[in-house]
């Protein structure tokens, strides 16, 4: 069983950058391919991209490509979303997934709680 906590949501002006880390315990995910998704008020989970178990490889939906990164850092057995050029459409929870890959939520065994993350305008 994998537990998955994620931080560092906030409220952050347009043009801003955040930085999500998501923390595993309970066993290592460098074995996981691992995924970001994103929820925002009255919609569907949707992907927001996902990295290979070397982090080798990453994929990214159209409206983050070139604005979002993901990486991990399997000795810390913690995965991390950089977030740059915020938009208010970025506005979600954002949410940590382990054990893909894909770009579903039926990919993905394991999720954490999310995080809350606001983009002003």
């Known amino acids: 069983q994998v537990q998955l906590v994620e931080s560092g949501g906030g409220l952050v002006q347009a043009g801003g950058s955040l930085r999500l880390s998501c923390a595993a315990s309970?066993?290592?995910?460098?074995?996981?391919?691992m995924g970001w998704f994103r929820q925002a008020p009255g919609k569907e989970r949707e992907f927001v991209g996902s990295i290979s178990w070397t982090g080798g490889r990453t994929n990214y939906a159209d409206s983050v490509k070139g604005r979002f990164t993901i990486s991990r850092d399997n000795a810390k057995n913690t995965v991390y979303l950089q977030m740059n050029s915020l938009k208010p459409e970025d506005t979600a929870v954002y949410y940590c997934?382990?054990?893909?890959?894909?770009?579903?939520?039926?990919?993905?065994?394991?999720w954490g709680q999310g995080t809350q993350v606001t983009v002003s305008s």
């Open positions: 997934a382990a054990k893909g890959p894909g770009r579903w939520v039926s990919d993905y065994a394991y």
């Open positions: 309970g066993r290592t995910i460098s074995s996981y391919a």
